[in-house]
């Protein structure tokens, strides 16, 4: 049990972060235990892959490095290189995001990049030859390559391991063997899609360097992903988080307290970030300026950076903030998950909770009244996944603009995953829990009217450029009662029973009780006060005084992304959370022949939140596109009256 947080880099005295640490604590002997049960809780939940199942990932890998190495050599000689330059010829492959952080779990994908030289280029011989080559291979299936995505990837499973390759050309004509991405003279003369390209494994080759102890690091990672995924936190697309932020989130706690265990670092997480003042940014390390003169992230010098929310800058060179995509509702929503864990750990650590009650599966269709259910659909599953694609990337777009035109007084919260009625072919649906903000009183007949802002959102889904007939959309509001069933595992709903709110998945019922019913020890008043003061400290950097309010953000941040997406017609949905839940029951639909079907819910203030639930578009034949022209009638209202004036009696 010693030897447990050993081999760790801050006993040689080295500091890793642009702070002290928080603490150089060891752990006692109930870290170790804590520690322990939570590898177990990991095994347990299926997160590690089988011995049988790592080597043939590293089989897999090492047969592809072969091939893109004959690749390399081939087209050399077809260009009519002398012979020394053909054997010298040389291509490499590096892995990157959560297999070469080590944390990837059974089935997951590995990421893969293809380092080559100055005269093989990406359309002609990637694209092409080396496209050619695996089409050719019986052990290479499901190829898809992706040539104009933001950052181009061929797509493929070989020997039914999954991978996403890209492709990086430098601007050298022999590549070494022993080649360090790390170093930043690889991007000299490179192009956007090539620094790009290589920018996920410089950071994750960072993010190990910049770590104090990476098992660790591993540990808590792979925990922390679960945890995200559990309570609905984990999507880069849908404006939550992705692999890399909760990678660099773990790694700056880890900076903060090196000598720590997972148990601990889990606590820590939860501890430190429910006390960040976001927009604070989250570094692991001081943003170099380079000497090639690519943009970092600056909001000193650069406007559109200071409407970043929620700042976590990646620590290679060019240093850039990954999660741009975070919204004012989505950071609310996380700031309050991370108050749950924190208040959870505290429990834990008086033994009156476990690991298994931090991950509890976020109750998202029993959290709100209100919600808007997105249904799209096509003619094929080819054409699905693109349109998928497409309507995904162009979501969290309607919470920005939900959230902006309605002064952040009505709040969205997206659910990461999409659900499909399996009794409807090539149709899915997204889902968004709608709620007025909490802590306001209502003011007399206070409405809020987004029919012109689905009008809008629709209007950008309609402009997807790969559009054909069959890819529909449809925006409806359902209240909670009426959630489809085929949205929760085996098809059950949630039912509800006098004052325990109880809930019935697979057939069973129990009771969900909030956790501040149970009694917390935590830490001594005075370490914590102690941290909550270092917590402060690490927080007073340059950059906090030039952050902009986002109040009339107007798509500033967006302007990239979309152009970024308008090329990405892939169907991705990667770092978003797949775990979506599949049944056989269809919806009905909450329309009448005379349009609208009113619904009133008592609101817990006594106010009367009325929703009028419509279609918010018709129903597209076959042939039409989406066009906001068609729209017949659309409404959600959110109406706030007193309860004496909605029910006729005085007060």
Known sequence: MSNLGLNNRNNSGQRLGITEPIS??????????KTQELEKFLAAAGLYESQEEAVSREEVLGRLDQIVKIWVKAISRAKGLNEQLVQEANAKIFTFGSYRLGVHGPGADIDTLCVGPRHATREEDFFGELHKMLSEMPEVTELHPVPDAHVPVMRFKFSGVSIDLLYAKLSLWVIPEDLDVSQDSILQNADEQTVRSLNGCRVTDQILR?????????????????????????????????GINWALLVARICQLYPNALPSMLVSRFFRVYTQWRWPNPVMLCAIEEGTLGLQVWDPRKYPKDRFHLMPIITPAYPCMNSSYN????????????????NEISEVMEANKADWATLCEPYPFFEAYKNYLQIEIAAENADDLRKWKGWVESRLRQL????????????QCHPHPGDF????????????????RKQGVPASEGEQFDIRLTVDEFKHSVGMYTLWKPGMEIHVIHVRRRNIPNFVFPGGYGYKYVGKDKER?????????????????????PSSTEAEKIAIEKIMSGPYVSHQAFPGELDELEDDVEYKNQVKDFTGSTKGSSAESSKANVAEEPLTTTSGTVPCTILSPNGGLEELEPAELMPPLSYGNRPSSTEQKKPIIRLSFTSLAKATGKST
């Open 210 to 242: 910049l770590v104090p102890n990476i098992q660790n690091f591993r540990t808590t990672l792979r925990f922390m992903r679960f945890w995200a995924k559990r309570r609905g936190v984990y999507s880069n697309v849908a404006g939550f988080l992705g």
């Open 24 to 33: 150089l604590g060891g752990p006692n002997e109930l870290d170790v235990t």
């Open 420 to 435: 499909s009625d399996k009794s409807r072919p090539f149709h899915c649906c997204y889902f968004m829990g709608l709620q």
């Open 504 to 524: 019935k998945i697979d057939g069973s019922v129990r009771c969900s009780h909030p956790i501040k019913t149970l009694s917390s020890s935590g830490g001594s």
């Open 399 to 410: 919470t920005l603009k939900i959230e902006r035109h309605t002064y952040n007084m009505l």
């Open 326 to 341: 975070v919204s004012s509702s989505t950071l609310r929503i996380m700031s309050e998950e991370f108050k749950r864990g």
